[in-house]
């Protein structure tokens, strides 16, 4: 009787993410041609959570033209900035049977910059994302190359963003499969980057399980050694890697559908908030998003309880 | 091993409208000053699926200082309209095993209008209540004392209605506990309607049950006797009057929080969609609603999944 009952439970689960894509997820991510109205950006993509491509929403920004490599070592070449540091470019990532987040190291972006162009060497991968709004309160002086806002996004969304961060990184470093509680837009400057997107609707696929935190630390002599955080609380994590997905381990992932996109340079991608996403890029990408908080609404409860019942169901 | 699964499931799921309720439904529903705009309507009531009461927005229609019964009775008494006569009052909802609609008769509005003065005697209770647009089809001669649509609406939410309806009834008229795929703009003009409503986050509280169809019918004696649809198929409702809820046979309604409001004339209410209504009246009360087709998205496929779950675990 229980099981029978389970079996149609977890059978729900598992023909959810179908229908919801159906319903409400592109086979591939569109592109807008301009940005939209406030009205059509809430109506046809933040509502339904969706993800789309915004041209011709930066081409007013004098950083568009005007940030290169060369350009950010004239201006802020001796500012000093939070570098993550880790040996294989994954930050915040499964290692075995820890969740390893990067070493952290305050640099002059000139020597960041120096490894960039390969006129230095540095141990391990170096990756500019410090996601504290480390765009106003570590390169303040690059802020006049933008705007403090998306004003259309801002009308819209009914408030200002919570962070602006700036990114700068190798092609090898990488953000592993992960989702935020923010509305996200991610603005390319420079270069490209590469996303592999999930829904939310797509959890009944995507493994979870809890990690002993840890962080690198880089040795003088530039190796890297793992140590525990031990005042800290196991943190769930994905193991996956989307890549090279091992599905033995995970056969359910074989079931969810990830969406890829590229991001060139000029171009903003709307990330809605609970999708789970894995960023690559080309080597030295410049990149600036916008952080705005998402609502706590319906339609996050609604993911709460599908997060709930797949692990109650014991789906993953 | 399967039975501990389902009972946790089953907890996630009795758990689900406590926390959707804190975070998305306020305990009375609000009422708005005026009209909100395109993007306040869509943002703060369309998307977060929240009610609200909006007063001012009927103000400039003709309708709300004109219409009464005898402004209908001058100028469409003569116009036959489509009525459901039932022996007490409800439409569409269950009695015993069976789900019984409504007997339709076609009579010149002023039959109408004689029995809900007390002029003349109908067998039964009737109530103009043809949801097929029947105000511009049945009624056109009264669309020049109101607007065709909701502007502010029609543009929020990029569509014109589907359907405009009429509505009057007798004080006995009652609307049965159900849910509607449409976002309601309900405009009382005279007298009140008083509604129960449900958020669609209660589903797990909320009993449905298959019964086989059938209709009234009205014999020449003017008594009723209820024939069984055959060609239908059953029809899923719910059993329960939440004014006087049988809660030894469904007890996990008592858990259900309604929400109770009065729409008075002049005001209009937004049901959201997927809200489940129920509904009464003042003696003669005259309305009109507004029935936008809902958006089949992600919060769409959320409430099936929910619904499914509900049944699947064997909750409701």
Chains 1, 2 share one sequence.
Request: net charge negative.
């Amino acid at each position: 009787m229980a099981e029978a009952a389970l079996d149609a439970v977890r059978r729900e689960l598992r023909e959810f993410p179908a229908a919801a894509r159906e319903l409400s997820v592109p086979l591939a991510v569109p592109y807008l041609d301009e940005p939209p109205s406030p009205l059509h950006f809430y109506r046809d993509w933040v509502c339904p959570n969706r993800p789309c491509i915004i041209r011709n929403a930066l081409q007013h920004w004098p950083a568009l033209h005007k940030w290169s490599l060369s350009y950010l070592r004239a201006t802020v070449g001796s500012t000093e900035v939070s570098v993550a540091v880790t040996p294989d470019g994954y930050a915040d990532a499964v290692q075995g049977d820890r969740f390893v987040m990067p070493a952290e190291r305050r640099l002059p972006l000139s020597c960041v910059l120096d490894v960039m162009e390969g006129r230095a060497q540095h141990p391990g991968v170096l990756y500019v994302q410090k996601q504290c709004s480390n765009l106003p309160t570590e390169l303040p002086q690059l802020l006049p190359d933008l705007e403090p806002h998306v004003p259309w996004a801002s009308e819209a969304l009914g408030k200002m963003p919570d962070a602006v961060n700036f990114w700068l990184g190798e092609a090898s470093a990488v953000t592993s499969l992960h989702k935020d509680h923010y509305e996200n837009l991610y603005c390319v400057i420079s270069g490209e980057k590469h996303f592999l997107l999930h829904p939310p609707s797509d959890r009944p696929f995507i493994p979870y399980e809890l990690y002993i935190p840890a962080t690198y630390q880089l040795t003088e002599e530039g190796s890297f050694k793992v140590v525990d955080e031990e005042a800290m609380e196991k943190v769930p994590w994905i193991p996956l890697d989307p890549l090279a997905p091992d599905l033995a381990r995970y056969p359910s992932y074989s079931q969810a559908q990830a969406l890829r996109c590229t991001v060139q340079a000029g171009e903003m991608l709307y990330l809605p908030a609970l999708w789970f996403h894995h960023v690559q890029q080309s080597h030295g990408c410049i990149a600036v998003n916008f952080w705005y908080d998402m609502e706590y609404d319906l339609k996050y409860s609604y993911f709460q309880l599908l997060d709930s019942l797949t692990k109650a169901s014991g789906l993953n």
